[in-house]
């Protein structure tokens, strides 16, 4: 999945270039690519799909010429990661009925890529041979409340040495006192958004939860053999979805949900917090995204993302994030999430489209 | 003279293109040109000289287009104002050994164009028939740490009706205590920086304070009457000129230095606090420098530069220098004159010119 524009990570993440597109850990290679790299470890190339919108398909293209054409499906517009899977859940039924699918985000940090792999192929075989949905769930290391938390059933179920539990509760971003509270419990996971299934399993459990919008995709799959029609009607059809998130409509609701538990060492980079909790810092707290070239003096705990050949001189100042992208300067304090959609709202309304 | 580097405005101002070339104030004007402008109502266009350093005759010809060749003449590099000063008034000579001097700052701020004009029409009158050096001294309206201090004689001389005093002392940028007690006194001024007297004046005082200097640029203009020949010997011998100020090498010695009370309204724009202070602000104390585009919440009293097209948002920061200029970007507590130099010669140690 590639399709979102990352406001919360504006004005690093544009709509024009979102953050998916960016070589945010200056590694060389961009959250897509690496993505893509990391799944290559485990799907063959001919069957790893990318889900973005239609505004992107050039740079997907570009950044991955591996794929053939037939392998990007396009969403007209954004509805949410509920619509999206189950597109991409029908188009797979139609190349493999058998199909077991792993859903990968586009924006995360695996530091341990080999026990990632792991996980994932277990994940595989476990629903396999079962008509349950999997999410993946990271031990909490903090009471981070950036994160949804998944309450798991003290029952454990061992499946070739990966660990499964059924699932009790979804929590969306909890306040800092339940996510301790979730923490301490020892009952509680990240959601991590990784989603294991077999391809009918999910087609099912979607037609009952979301008839509606089931129905009409398997009508235009049914219809429609010819590809590109498909896709023109497909594409006919998605303004109509509702705008929905997978956990919400479905995970949350669902009864044959299990958490697998991830220990690859994981992170959401979604938001400034996130980066900077994940990012190296100096020995001041300063974490210098994508590499940026910047002389610090008496500054702690700022987050400087600079274009590249960009010199930041940054002198007594503490817990800033200041991104300097495109044509937009951001100085503002840390961990005001919220804000970051304002900011952006507040320059659409001034300026027009000019700096979204 | 425009052949500052302004160092104690970097990252704004820099070496291949310094803040006199820079539309500072926003206005369709750089403050080179705003200069111009101000003294060709003074004196005619063919008796306007620029003097400046080598590498910026190009910028000078592109904003200036109304200047001939002849009426820039070129430092090859920086030695300070007084032999600047000392090789336009040979020059000056040269052309008309009868002529009054006005001796231009490109870096300064003038509010009442109509009041500057008369005052240095009467200081131009004032040295016709008298052999002094004269200074435009500014009426402090605060405790200015940042200017020069000129200390008047009680004793007011009335030239067609401006105001003339003979100088007691020159004193160099003050501490706030005393600056204090010099503004309470009523005795002192700034110092402009604006000069004014008749050729020969100056030259025979120069002869006698820095007579190696004179003495030398005397024969290279008594010797090579040809001018190119004679610009190439001047450049020869610039190099072993002492780099020093006008105001340390000769006004601070000379006996005969009248001080002329200018009240047209002036700044310096040389350091970014001369900047914060000079420039318009909006209800929360924050000046946007060349008009930038800034969305400010919940801060106060900041100086913000921004390339032309872009948008800084700033949230939560107060007392903060926000300047965003080329391949740099400098973040720091406005009122640290000093530390502008320690950046900019810390950026050149770890990466070379490249963000001079």
């Known amino acids: 999945m590639a399709g979102g524009i990352g406001s919360r990570l504006w004005p690093l993440s544009r709509k024009v270039y979102p953050k998916q597109f960016h070589d945010l850990l200056g590694c060389g290679r ?11 470890r485990i799907v063959p190339l001919k069957n790893i799909i990318v889900s973005t919108n239609s505004d992107y398909s050039a740079l997907v293209k570009e950044q991955l010429p591996q794929l053939s054409s037939d392998q990007i499906l396009h969403e007209p517009t954004y509805r949410g990661t509920a619509p999206s899977i189950a597109y991409v859940a029908c188009h797979i039924r139609q190349l493999n009925p058998q199909a077991n699918i792993v859903v990968a985000q586009a924006d995360q940090l695996i530091l341990d890529e080999n026990m ?24 909490p290391t903090c009471p ?48 991590s958004g990784i989603y294991i299934w077999n391809v009918q399993t999910i087609i099912d459990t979607m037609t009952e939860l ?23 009607r497909v594409y006919d059809a998605y303004t109509s979805f509702p705008n929905v998130s997978m956990d919400y409509a479905v995970m949350e609701r669902a009864d044959n ?46 987050v400087v993302v600079l274009p590249k050949d960009k010199l930041a001189i940054i002198q007594d100042v503490d817990d800033l994030l200041i991104a300097d992208v495109g044509n937009v ?22 300026y027009g489209d000019e700096f979204v």
């Open 257 to 302: 949900v299990y958490l697998q538990i991830g220990k690859f060492g994981w992170a959401d980079l979604g938001t400034w917090d996130s980066l900077y909790s994940t990012f190296p810092k100096d020995s001041n707290g300063n974490a210098l995204v994508k590499k940026s070239r910047t002389i610090t003096y008496n500054s702690r705990d700022n």
């Open 329 to 350: 300067l951001l100085v503002c304090k840390k961990g005001r999430e919220g804000d970051i959609r304002k900011f952006l709202n507040d320059a659409r309304m001034k």
């Open 116 to 139: 990632f792999v792991e996980t994932v192929n277990h994940g595989l075989d476990f629903v396999a041979t079962r008509s349950n949905l999997v999410v993946v769930g990271i031990k």
């Open 30 to 40: 961009t959250l897509l690519q690496q993505t893509f790299d990391r799944y290559s």
């Open 210 to 232: 979301l008839p509606d919008m089931m129905g009409e995709l398997e009508r235009v799959f049914r219809e429609y053999p010819n590809r590109d029609e498909r896709r023109r």
């Open 144 to 191: 981070e409340t950036r994160y949804g938390y998944i309450q798991a059933e003290a029952v454990e179920e061992d499946v070739d040495n990966g660990t499964f539990y059924k699932v009790r509760t979804f929590t969306e971003k909890p306040a800092y006192e339940f996510a301790k509270v979730f923490m301490e419990s020892g009952e509680f996971y990240w959601n």
